[in-house]
């Protein structure tokens, strides 16, 4: 056991210094600094382990290792104490936090909402970073550097907290955390250290040592302070605004892309026919007039509205990063009264998380849904969340919000649109644009333009479901055919759906930054503390960005039910011609009587019955009550997907080319593959082609089926059917055929790789999802 020599110390104290500027940086991400707490450790924790490695003597790979063990064991209480045993112990999920965060936490830091609070094992990666960067620093102070104590050699030993001060920078936003004054102290302080470790080298040199040291930095220190200088100068002038900073952050796309999602709206006439009456979910703590946020749509591509793709959000329209239960607040609103808000699910079922107003902190309260809060996606600017792995029956969850404050009109006529970068409205029917300039009129500000569109909707609309008990028919969609038959037709039918898609695009039209919100608006009355929402309760509207104000709601749909009766005069009938009746003809006698033929046969050969040999009815023994054991089950298995098949070549042909990949996921399920119960159908093939390449059958689907066709892959034949459903145009039939086609050349290559038995087992398998 050797001492450490005092030099040394100074060295590691003068490094550790360092690293905690370079790790002050992750401030911007966490958002306090409650992180400091994990990254100190992490710094005593590498700094203690390579100096016992050198005081006991040990190698280096055995100071590694020793290392390492202390990193798990000592990591507990300062990264995630919830998870250790009695706080300070680690535990299996602790030890697996600390390895996990150590190797995903810098791609999880990017892609989560700042403040950064989940998952739960980040701030491994305070902890983890500054154990590196100490044990790697402290290996080299103690071992490497007193070899030949050179400016060089201590200029190496500043790469790694200069590493940890970018990593800050790059980890972090775009608000710096002191910058100018973190910069300059690194600097300084780097340089006067290398300048003291040149000084030593000139102190074992002989005579003079001592002057030509304090020479040395006397010289440094003059540097230092014109770099201070001229680096404040530089760094008023020179130094990025905010938005112009690098950050990952801002690089990287987020993992949650909302288009591998159906459309919410899209799925608006489900809970108006199909769960009219069922209770969604029980919300405590709503308030008169509030209502529930689903999604926002802010995307049009002609067929319908969606919320956009990380590629095509824009500048302003956020995006779903991961967060913890603090939220992080909208760019753009003006916040009202809070609300105190617990919702349990029922009957509803989705991604989608119902929300009121803009949120602060969301908790997840069941045991399930807890325990995926990793899952948790939300967009501050659209107020919105999702629980990517989906909300279903006893989720529940407890949110606080603020709502948005809703300003009267006369208070934003001189108030212009907020200036906002939002994603490109496509293929936008002619019809919205020109029914734009109609019902805004001669209103000359945005509000009033808005307020004049949403009047001419509301009170010249008619109100349908498109319900069997509703006075006329009512198409469900919104794509651009959908809207231009609610403008051509002698009345405007419809209802949230249609009217709320219309007046967004009319007011993209005029240039303002409009989106579709739908939720549910159910009635409250005062003093209810608990509310059912059911189907019923769904509705859309539309929100318009008003500068230095907010988004600002507008509800065009109408009231209206009773629709007036088009006139149709009935036909005038014409008298016909009188035509002369043949005369009857009268038959004779003979040509009435029909001929007769005798039975001839002996009666004692017809009164004998038919006997069956008795060497048939032991056949029948051996071989026919098995086989019809063994095959009635699958005949009558075969006649049902006969039926299905049959029942799903009717109807219309988008439903026809849909009907194709039913078939095909049922056939795939009935061969013993596993589609999710839930998703999109391109979520549905990349499940199937991962257990297809996991059991070794990738070959099958690429050199094709027994005929060696080149089947399509499931992907693509699931990108192509949803743009037959959901395209809004008339499928041809030869594209119907086409879909079914390569559906059974897929279904038929994969039976035929599968094996006998699957393949038997199969034919008595049925499944059926309508």
């Not at 999880?108 to 989940?118: H, L, N």
């Amino acid at each position: 056991m050797r001492p450490l020599p005092r030099h040394v110390t100074s060295d590691l104290l003068v490094l550790s210094l360092l690293s905690v500027l370079g790790i002050l940086g992750f401030e911007t991400s966490f958002g306090d600094l409650n992180f400091l707490v994990a990254a100190l450790a992490g710094l005593v924790v590498g700094t203690l382990a390579a100096v016992a490695g050198s005081v006991w003597r040990l190698g280096v790979v055995t100071t590694v290792l020793v290392a390492i063990v202390a990193y798990f064991l000592l990591g507990t209480p300062f990264t995630m104490p919830e998870a250790g045993m009695f706080v300070v112990l680690p535990s299996l999920a602790s030890l697996s936090g600390l390895a996990y965060g150590a190797v995903f936490g810098w791609a999880d830091i990017v892609t989560i909402g700042t403040p950064v609070e989940a998952p739960y094992y980040i701030a491994a990666l305070p902890y983890f970073a500054a154990w590196l960067v100490s044990l790697v620093g402290a290996l080299l102070a103690t071992r490497w550097l007193p070899k030949r104590r050179t400016a060089l050699r201590a200029s190496v030993l500043v790469i790694g907290p200069a590493l940890l001060y970018l990593a800050g920078i790059l980890l972090g936003t775009d608000e710096a955390y002191f910058a100018g004054v973190r910069g300059v102290a690194f600097a300084v302080i780097a340089l006067v250290w290398i300048a003291w470790r040149r000084g030593a080298t000139v102190e074992a040199s002989g005579d003079g040592a001592k002057r030509l040291r304090r020479q040395k930095v006397t010289g440094t220190a003059s540097v230092v302070a014109g770099a201070v200088a001229i680096g404040a100068l530089a760094g008023m002038a020179f130094a990025p605004v905010s938005p112009e900073r690098f950050v990952l952050r801002d690089e990287i796309v987020p993992p949650f892309d909302p288009l591998e999602f159906a459309s919410p709206l899209s799925g608006f006439r489900t809970y108006t026919k199909d769960l009219a009456e069922e209770t969604l979910f029980t919300v405590k703590g709503l308030e008169p007039g509030d209502t529930l946020r689903l999604a926002t749509m802010d995307s049009y591509s002609g067929r319908l509205w969606n919320v956009a793709g990380p590629e095509d959000v824009g500048a302003d329209g956020g995006g779903y990063g991961i967060v913890g239960e603090n939220l992080p607040a909208p760019g753009l609103a003006t916040l009202g009264s809070e609300r105190d808000v617990e919702i349990e699910v029922g009957a509803y079922s989705d991604v989608w998380l119902p929300t009121v107003g803009y949120g602060s902190s969301l908790r997840l309260l069941d045991d399930g849904s807890a325990a995926r809060s990793g899952d948790l996606r939300y967009n501050p600017e659209a107020g919105t969340a999702v629980l990517t792995s989906g909300v279903g029956e006893g989720t529940r969850y407890a949110l606080t919000a603020k709502v948005q404050r809703e300003p009267d009109t006369d208070d934003l006529v001189d108030v212009p649109v907020a200036d906002l970068t939002l994603p490109i409205v496509e293929n936008s029917p002619d019809v919205a644009e020109a029914k734009a300039g109609e019902f805004a009129g001669d209103a000359a500000s945005p509000i009033e333009q808005l307020r004049a569109i949403e009047q001419a909707l509301k009170t010249g609309g008619f109100l349908s479901h498109g319900l069997a008990s509703d006075a006329v028919p009512s198409r469900a969609g919104h794509g651009a055919d959908r809207i231009a038959e609610l403008f051509t037709r002698q009345q405007m039918v419809g209802d949230a759906e249609q009217y709320a898609a219309a007046m967004a695009l009319m007011a993209r039209n005029l240039g303002y930054p409009a989106r579709v919100v739908m939720g549910f608006a159910p009635e409250i009355a005062d003093g209810q503390d608990e509310v059912e929402v059911v189907g019923d309760d769904v509705t859309a509207w539309v929100e318009v960005a008003f500068d230095g104000v907010g988004w600002v709601s507008f509800r065009p749909t109408p009231d209206q039910v009773d629709v007036p009766q088009e006139e149709t005069p009935k036909p005038k009938s014409e008298p016909q011609p009188q035509v002369r009746q043949p005369p009857r003809v009268e038959h004779t006698d003979d040509e009435l009587l029909a001929t007769v033929e005798i039975d001839e046969t002996d009666d004692d050969d017809k009164d004998k019955p038919f006997q069956i040999p008795g060497w048939a009815w032991a056949t029948l023994g051996v071989i026919g009550i098995p086989a019809a054991i063994i095959f009635l089950p699958m005949l009558a298995v075969m006649l049902v997907k006969a039926a299905r098949r049959r029942r799903r070549r009717t109807g219309a042909n988008d439903r026809q080319s849909a009907a194709a990949w039913e078939e095909l996921v049922d056939r795939y399920a009935e061969l013993g593959f596993e589609p999710p119960a839930q998703g999109t159908r391109l979520q549905s093939a990349r499940s199937l082609e991962r257990q297809i390449h996991e059991q070794g059958l990738g070959e099958a689907l690429r050199t094709g089926g027994p005929d060696a066709t080149e089947t399509v892959p499931l992907s693509t034949l699931a990108s192509t059917i949803d743009r037959d459903v959901f395209e809004g145009r008339a499928v041809p039939d030869e594209v119907v055929e086409r879909r079914w086609t390569e559906a059974e050349a897929a279904t038929a290559a994969v039976t035929s790789a599968v094996g006998r038995v699957r393949r038997f087992i199969s034919r008595y398998r049925i499944r059926s999802r309508r």
